[in-house]
């Protein structure tokens, strides 16, 4: 391997390697553009809230917000051996609608990628840590990035999720991923034609580690329009924490249906909230009317009195017949 890139990968190992966890909370603010996608758009931000720790405990949970209003949620968790994602009611987000347990994490099955947030996803080609991946890169030079020294780095055919090349700019000083450019294929690579890009627009120093705060993904369509894109804001980022193995698995609510894929069985299936106590029986409305024996000259004596105890009947039943129907 090129001797830069070894000094640069034996930094990361050593940067990267001495944390026995992290935590990160994001917001991930979307944008479509032109015609690429149909139908408005339920939510323009995700918050993200990922936990992973060395023994193999890992969190994510993503809420898909429109303002402050909930319109999506997903959890992802493992306890190390296994997995279970937990999918929440559109109605209400915090109740939980079904739970599937895996032997693969969230969107990770069937894929080569990394399913963490776009700013630690930048530290992996494919699954890879990226100083361990950094020996099979191929250095294609250097250049200036946000007014930095950095390093162009390309790995050929990566799947994630299928074949493509990637080019990654690194910052020489502190080997941290400053631009990744994902291509279709090598031709699209000469052409400087990306399928995707992910570009650091800072670089902070937070509890002694430098990682970029603020960054961008873009997805272009084939013949290099942009579609799709999404600007993404840590709000904190923590290392070498100590969490509860509760953290990494979720306690099942009880509406929620509960599947093993990976035993294919039901462990649980939801259980029906109990319908409301039926009404109370209403007791009749007795009315006492005197007549006189001799009918008055005039009828507008007893009319009010009788109009009024027919409204009240009739707003009573109705009242009944609207509080058995709640």
């Known amino acids: 391997m090129n001797d ?152 050929r055919e990566d799947k994630q999720p299928s074949a493509q090349a990637q080019v990654i700019i690194l910052d020489e000083a502190t080997g941290i991923p400053m631009k990744i450019d994902g291509f279709r294929n090598e031709a699209d690579r000469q052409n400087q034609k990306p399928w995707w ?40 980022i923590k290392f070498n924490q100590s969490y509860a193995a509760s953290t990494f698995w979720p306690v099942y609510q009880p509406e929620a249906m509960v599947y093993d894929n990976i035993e294919q069985r039901v462990i649980a299936e939801p259980t029906p909230k109990p319908l409301p106590p039926p009404a109370p029986p209403v007791p009749p409305v007795v009315t006492t009317k005197t007549i006189e024996a001799v009918p008055p000259a005039d009828w507008s004596s007893t009319v009010s009195p009788l109009a009024l105890g027919l409204g009240v009947a009739v707003l009573l039943a109705a009242g009944v017949l609207l509080w058995r129907r709640r």
């Open 4 to 155: 830069l890139l070894q000094a640069i990968a034996d930094r990361l190992a050593w940067d990267l390697d001495s944390s026995t966890s992290v935590e990160i909370h994001l917001d991930a603010r979307i944008t479509r553009h032109g015609t690429a996608f149909s139908g408005e758009q339920s939510f323009d931000t995700i918050k993200e809230h990922y936990i992973e720790e060395v023994g193999g405990g890992r969190f994510y949970e993503m809420r898909g917000q429109s303002g402050d209003r909930v319109v999506i949620m997903s959890r992802y968790y493992s306890d190390g051996t296994r997995c279970a994602d937990v999918q929440f009611s559109s109605v209400n987000p915090d109740q939980q609608q079904t739970i599937m347990i895996n032997r693969q994490f969230a969107l990770e099955n069937g894929t080569d990628r990394r399913n963490v947030p776009a700013p630690l996803r930048a530290f992996y080609v494919g699954r890879s840590p990226l100083h361990q991946a950094l020996p099979r890169g191929e250095l294609l030079g250097k250049l200036e990035i946000l007014g930095r020294p950095g390093v162009q780095v390309l790995f």
């Open 197 to 236: 890009t992910w570009t650091a627009s800072s670089l902070e120093q937070i509890n002694g580690r430098t990682f970029p705060i603020k960054s961008k993904t873009s997805n272009y369509d084939a013949d290099g329009n942009l579609m799709l894109s999404t600007e993404y804001d840590v709000q904190s």
